[in-house]
């Protein structure tokens, strides 16, 4: 994993808090630095909760485009 994984993860969200600004919901936890970087020096292991983020695209076929 990289240090970016949390942009990609279903649990990743961004607090309204100016000292925290970055939240986990599956850890339950905010901080200052993304939660990947907190969970790795905590634990020294990478993220065991990453899941990708599902992305909705709704494609309308309603004739040309251009």
């Known amino acids: 994993m990289t240090q970016n994984s949390c942009n990609n993860c279903a649990h990743f969200y961004i ?12 850890f339950g936890i905010i901080s200052k630095k993304t ?13 065991a909760l990453f899941s990708k983020k ?6 309308f076929n309603k004739g040309r485009i251009a």
């Open 54 to 59: 599902r992305k909705s695209v709704k494609i």
């Open 15 to 26: 607090t309204y808090k100016n000292k925290f600004p970055y939240g986990c919901r599956a």
């Open 35 to 47: 939660p990947y970087l907190e969970i790795k020096n905590i634990s020294g292991t990478d993220c």
